[in-house]
């Protein structure tokens, strides 16, 4: 009896796993990833058939050659990922992601040519800075969507735009921080300059840890705290909520405003970063263009099914094969085959209970098989 008890415990256990929304998110973001890979495949032979292999090589191990340079750039999606999956748990899409970076990036350098301080300090204010840019940028379609019910992905579009030329504008118009003769910021003084990792041919720094440590401080937000689950029971269904005593009008605003400020983060953590050359540091040429890091962090989100762990996962996975698919110029193809290879992959990951359904037949019976191996097993 006792054995069959501890059988029986073992089954459901595994069971349990199998069946968890957890592994159905990490399944159906495989699949996806698979799929998007040979259909990527498919149409680098109809490219170039003779050297789609080695293209394609190239798109899967690239990314081992530069690590560091996969961490730095998995960084600001991995923030602006954080931005719009935050957002989706209280039912809001934040769409305006790009504006709330240049915000923040913009209030990042802002306060690194204005400030004198030391290091530390120095590019920690610079980083709080940052956050408080993008924040009041997200701030602003939340305050519409709760006051007016007027709907976030409007107003989160425009301010896109709207961000993107005030920073130009602001940024031409500062002549501590704009260099006419190069068209470009000029270099940040030392001291606000992230810490590097000290990793040879590559920008990667400490902002790769702050990331990855806001990203588990929100999982535990949204799944270990009252908030979090009053953030989550609106998304859910606000009227319901309402009823229940939370207020849905003062959660949109804060989670809009926590969203942007995780979106000025990423712009603060890329213009912050050491370049790779002595004595210089990254700038930003105020072009009139979005900041293409704010749309490629709804990729991320989505494929990590909008949660703060999987999103960190996802960022990673997409900046590896997108430093894979710099490498594919060299056999002939385009560098937006990478961009075409992405796409494909987060068109799957949009029918992910369609893909968990036509795949759960099959994870079924894996339960039953652990369980008869460890009945198999000696001494059981």
Aim: with cysteine; charged share 10%.
């Amino acid at each position: 009896m006792p054995d069959k008890v501890v059988k029986g415990t073992e089954a459901a256990y595994f069971k349990k796993i199998f069946k968890g929304k957890a592994f159905s998110a990490f399944i159906s973001a495989l699949l996806a990833i698979i799929l998007g890979l040979i259909i990527g495949f498919i149409v680098m032979l109809s490219a170039h058939p003779d050297k789609a292999a080695t293209g394609f090589r190239a798109i899967l191990t690239g990314g081992f050659i530069s690590l560091g340079n996969v961490f730095y750039f998995a960084t600001p999606i991995l923030m602006t990922g954080l931005a719009v999956g935050f957002a989706f748990k209280m039912g809001l899409f934040n769409i305006g992601a790009s504006g709330q970076y240049t915000m923040g990036m913009y209030f990042a350098l802002y306060a690194g040519f204005t400030f004198r301080l030391s290091s530390p300090l120095h590019w920690i204010i610079c980083i709080l800075a940052g956050f408080l840019g993008g924040a009041l940028w997200g701030l602003i379609p939340g305050l519409f969507k709760a006051l007016l019910n007027v709907n976030e992905v409007i107003t989160s579009i425009m301010f896109n735009y709207i961000g993107m030329y005030l920073v130009d504008m602001w940024v031409q118009e500062n002549p501590k921080m704009y260099v006419a003769a190069t068209s470009r910021t000029a270099y940040l003084p030392a001291s606000a300059q992230l810490p590097s990792l000290g990793i040879e041919n590559s920008s990667v720094n400490v902002s790769i840890y702050i990331a990855i440590g806001i990203a588990v401080i929100l999982f535990i937000i949204l799944n270990m705290t009252t908030f979090g689950y009053e953030l989550k029971a609106t998304g859910y269904n606000r009227h319901a909520s309402k009823y229940a005593g939370m207020n849905g009008t003062k959660n949109i605003i804060i989670a809009m405003a926590i969203a942007g400020g995780m979106a000025g983060l990423g712009g603060a953590f890329a213009i912050l970063a050491p370049a790779q050359i002595a004595g210089s540091s990254m700038t930003y040429e105020p072009i009139n263009r979005l900041a293409a890091n704010g749309f490629n962090g709804i990729a991320v989100a989505l494929l990590g099914n909008n949660s703060p762990l999987g999103i960190i996962i996802s960022a990673i996975f997409i900046s590896f094969i997108q430093r894979g698919g710099t490498l594919t110029s060299k056999y002939g193809f385009k560098p937006e085959i990478i961009d075409v290879v992405i796409a494909i992959i987060i068109y799957f990951s949009a029918f992910s209970m369609l893909m968990t359904i036509v795949a759960g037949k099959y994870l079924r019976r894996i339960p039953a098989g652990i369980s008869l191996l460890f009945r198999k097993m000696p001494g059981r």
